[in-house]
């Protein structure tokens, strides 16, 4: 586990103590690591795999069928 020091205002000291007393965790540390983890499942992007990016691009660039109502699609699927 890695230790940091860092410095809160008074307001970020409190948010932090809500957040305690609100989960019932035993110190900061577990506070601040729930607030670590909302904000990165809130706000950075999973990264995507090539070859999903290359099946996207493939199913972009395919045609599909033109049908006017669903009648006439009903027609082409079932032959």
């Known amino acids: 586990m ?7 205002n ?5 948010i932090l103590n809500i ?6 965790f035993k110190n900061k540390s577990q506070a601040m690591e729930l607030i670590v983890k909302a904000y990165a499942n809130s706000f950075l992007e999973s990264e995507l795999k090539p070859e999903y990016i290359e099946k996207l691009k493939k199913i972009k660039n395919e045609k599909g ?3 006017k109502n669903i009648s006439e699609l009903r027609k082409i699927i079932e032959g």
């Open 2 to 8: 890695i230790q940091s020091m860092i410095s809160l």
């Open 10 to 14: 008074e307001n970020e000291d409190r």
């Open 65 to 67: 069928i033109s049908f």
């Open 19 to 24: 957040v305690k007393a609100k989960f019932g």
